[in-house]
């Protein structure tokens, strides 16, 4: 499984857009990118994945280079409730996840 | 519908005596896995099942470490003569392979094992 780089922490102001980077450069072919975060004292949640197309689902939007070395999540509108711990995953599907140590997110009132 | 569930959420444990971890994992699904994840990381992969089988247990640290899905649904994580470094949270986490594109894992909330 590939490689992730993700800043440790980012802040964002309540209501504004959160773009959270992640640096996959040795991401293979068949792995997809899985984005997950985890709310305090919670398990993990998934938020949205892709492979090579950018996606979006009702929580988020899914940049991916064209060169699938990087992607960007981001959240269209940030609220308190998305203070969390976001996790980039590359993986080839129904296997076990490899997490980094996240981008802790702070959303700011 | 109902998600993942894990029993007990906390659990403390002297050091030396063995606890076990529960998983019911959502209805259905096929695979399961279980984490670990200590404080300040990101969850760490122990074990996973494909219905009743053990595929992959590559992740757990010890022989002190055993997990079992006898019936291919609810599944226990055992850990015998706990030591302090096996505090942490273990999440159980299940996804079903019907054949979509997407494999999305749906975790449980975590039981904290503390070890004094």
């Known amino acids: 499984d590939a490689k992730t780089t993700q800043p440790t922490s980012m802040d964002c102001a309540e209501g504004r857009a959160a773009n959270l980077p992640c640096n996959h450069s040795?991401?293979?072919?068949?792995?997809?990118v899985y984005w997950y975060r985890q709310i305090h004292s919670q398990g993990p949640q998934y938020i949205i994945h892709?492979?090579?197309n950018n996606e979006t689902n009702e929580m988020a939007s899914l940049i991916i280079t064209e060169d699938r070395k990087s992607s960007t999540l981001i959240l269209p509108h940030a609220t308190l409730r998305d203070t969390a711990v976001y996790y980039c995953i590359p993986t080839s599907g129904t296997y076990k996840y490899i997490f980094g140590t996240g981008t802790r997110l702070k959303v700011l009132a | 519908g109902a998600g993942v569930s894990q029993s007990p959420r906390y659990k403390v444990a002297k050091r030396g005596q063995d606890v076990a971890l529960r998983c019911d994992p959502i209805?259905?699904?096929?695979?399961l896995f279980w984490y670990q994840q200590a404080l300040g990381q990101g969850p760490e992969f122990l074990t996973y099942?494909?219905?009743?089988?053990?595929?992959?247990k590559s992740g757990l640290p010890s022989d002190r470490f055993f997990a079992e899905r006898p019936e291919g649904s609810v599944s226990t994580l055992k850990i015998q003569r706990t030591q302090q470094e096996d505090s942490a949270v273990y999440l159980c986490?299940?996804?079903?392979?019907?054949?979509?594109?997407?494999?999305?894992?749906?975790f449980g909330p975590g039981t904290r094992l503390t070890v004094t």
């Open positions: 040795t991401i293979s072919g068949n792995e997809y």
């Open positions: 892709g492979l090579k």
């Open positions: 209805s259905g699904h096929v695979s």
């Open positions: 986490a299940s996804s079903s392979q019907s054949g979509a594109s997407s494999y999305e894992q749906y």
């Open positions: 099942f494909q219905n009743e089988a053990q595929l992959d």
